[in-house]
């Protein structure tokens, strides 16, 4: 686990050995060295501490590609995504009124404790009301115990104000990352965290107008979201936690992204292709995933953006038995090692309510699909695992978001929770946990 060790430590410890080996000679000289080296050794650590800083304890990720495909190694292991995404919204809160608060912060029964992260609870009967055998038992135990191993995060907050201003001050990202709670989440429960920047999606990093959109031919911008990148790797890249990064978040869809990578995909890949080789030189212990909209634009990333190490595909179709053709034509066009973010696109929705059969049996099928097509299994094994889109409910997708409504177009985006939020009351507390929870809690176990 122990890797890139830090220089100040490295120069305490160099300094304290070297006194210490000379330490029987008497002579005055080696003595005032001695005395110095030892001054600069306490310096020294105190300055670490004052800094909170710890020994660097970041695992090595790496890809690999053998004979029988691609594989995620993580310290010389295969690992499998099993994945899930996680962005909780209380009831109400609308990430595009700039209400939708950070998770990772949020205390609303005021005990010092992050609410949904150790506080949550599962209504087994859904009378909606916490009852004596419903104990908090926290999101994270839950995500655990049906096994996942891995959380994607989409953005990250900065304690920089010139970073936050590239975020139009959104109050998601306006604040300090509460790096403890992530240390302790992956200590108590295993699990890893996929840390991203959107690379200008939704306008977030670039410091363009919501109005105009993201504009990947502006170098201004490209500089704002250069930085906002480096913010992000330079602040997490010696956390035990991290997985590896992930980039943008289907940028080449101008329709769900408001970036113009769609009508500028040269340029968009060519920046893709230099802001990965800058995570390399910060961090070159942790791969860089670039998230895309389905498999358009691929070709361009095959010809200007090769410092790409994983593509991460979301993907909102689904075919009998899984995600069809997908994995080849991936293979054709960009040969790296793929995770999907996938979802149930057009969940049936029965009197009101998900049909969670139908739901879990979806979700078991794209899982199967996805292992079927892993390294030493179906060729071309370019799949690495794939996160379920997503953890809760969010009511903000479609209309108002004190109440959870319906599509107009059949996509039903308010239910695509593994838990429901009940009948909004006891957001962000109560869970009801669907069907599709315990389905990945029996294909997850091995
Ligand atoms: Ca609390
Ligand atoms: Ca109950
Ligand atoms: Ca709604």
Sequence with gaps: MKVTPNPLTNCSILILI?????????????????????????IFGVILLLNGASP?????????????????????????????????????EDPEDLTMRDWMIVDDNNDGIIDSAYQSWVDYDRNNKKDSDEPAVGDFKLIKDMGANTIRLYHHSSSNPKIQSLSRNNPLFDHAPNKKLLRDLHQKYGLWFAMG?????????????????????????????????????????????????TIGNENNRADMSRTNAQFHPEEYAKFVNE?????????????????????????MYRRYAPAVDIIGINTYFYFPGGFGSLWRDIDKLYDKPVFVEYKNAHPTIQGGSLDEIIDYRLHVESWRDIIRHTA?????????GGFKFQWLDTWWTDWDPAFQNLAKDGWHGEYHGIASQGDGHNSLFIRQLRHVYYAYQEIWKD
């Design 18 to 42: 070297f006194s210490l080996n000379r330490r029987e000679k008497q002579n005055w000289c080696w003595s005032l060295f001695n005395g110095i080296g030892i001054i600069c050794s306490v």
């Design 56 to 92: 660097v304890d970041a695992a090595v990720v790496k890809v690999e590609k053998t004979d029988i495909g691609w594989q995620l190694l993580v310290d010389g292991q295969p690992f499998i995504i099993k994945g899930v995404c996680y962005t909780p919204v209380k009831v109400g």
């Design 197 to 245: 920047d959107f690379l200008g999606a939704h306008t977030i990093g670039s410091g363009a107008t919501w109005e105009k959109g993201t504009d990947y031919t502006d170098p201004v911008q490209r500089k704002n979201m250069m930085r906002s990148v480096e913010d992000l790797i330079n602040t997490f890249k010696d956390e035990p936690y991290v997985l590896f990064w």
């Design 275 to 299: 802001v990965a080789k800058r995570i390399h030189e910060l961090d070159p212990n942790h791969p860089v995933a670039l998230i895309n909209g389905e498999t358009t634009m691929l070709d």
């Design 376 to 384: 030493g299994k179906s060729q071309p094994g370019n799949a690495i």
